[in-house]
């Protein structure tokens, strides 16, 4: 029997994890100068679990707690805050090219759609978990196709990925839990490169599953799990493996050129990062959903 393409990647996943402790990836270009944010007495941030950025350099942070929704000024002020009547336990949040508010709900089985303000424009899914074409199981994260379209990694329950049209009408849907090709074990996160290649974090399979956007399966890279996923201006991938407690770089065929942090609550350090961003300047903020925190990374 031909083996998968992810059977094959798992089977040498542990001697990729041991070259890349030999050769020892570069340190990336970052310090860290800490946790972003002002918050007013009584915000306190939850487990945080995303962060994304607007053209503006507003920073929204989605946590578990209350305000669930949070937008900063640049400096790390509140501006406005919304979600504590919708939102059941916060997951992925992205910003489409309108700068539209998309995030994912676990704990509602949902997708929702905000305008920037926080007007409610569009919400998938029944609030009841489930594998139809109209429900999810523990959605994940986001990514926008270069139609409009839609991609949603459904997630905990489910193991596939979901393709909608703008209005959220469905249009195709791939996968199942498995370890095989086409499977996946916690689709976590999803961003579309520079390639137009949709890559999926497969968390629990320790990989990123390379796909066209009609979901053909092109390539699995190995070595590392893959909680977030996020490109910076220049088109370069970024993972934060809430694993190892890093965040990595890696190339376009998705060798780990690069690596920070380590585990610990500490300045530099990681405690579950989960999802990540970069601001105007290409400065690093990642969501830690053990530490509570958006931690900011200042490109040296």
Known sequence: MKPTLLAVALIFNALVLLAAQVEGAEPIAFTSVGAFGKFPEGVTLGPTSAVAVNRQGEVYIFHRGKQ????????????????????????????????????????????????PQGKLLLALGTGKPGDGPDQFNKPTDIAFGPQGEVFVTDGYGNGRVLKFSPSGALLQTWGKLGRGDGEFRIPHSIVIDSHNRLLVG?????????????????AVWPGFAPYGLALDAAGRLFVADGRAQQ???????????GRIGQSGKGLGEFTLPHMLTF????NLLVAEVGNSRVQQWNRR
Not at 84 to 110: K, M, Q, Y
Not at 247 to 257: H, I, Q, R, S, T
Not at 279 to 282: A, E, K, L, W
């Open 247 to 257: 965040v990595l770089e890696l190339d376009a065929n998705g060798k780990v050129v």
């Open 68 to 115: 669930p929704i949070i937008v900063c000024d640049p400096a790390g002020n509140v501006l406005r805050s919304w979600g504590d009547d919708l939102i059941g336990s916060a997951h992925g949040l992205r910003l489409d090219r309108d700068e539209n508010v998309w995030v994912t709900d676990i704990g509602n089985h949902r997708v929702f759609k905000f305008d």
């Open 279 to 282: 601001d105007r300047q290409g």
């Open 202 to 218: 497969d968390r629990e399979n320790d990989c990123i599953q390379v796909y066209s956007t009609e979901g053909k399966l092109l």
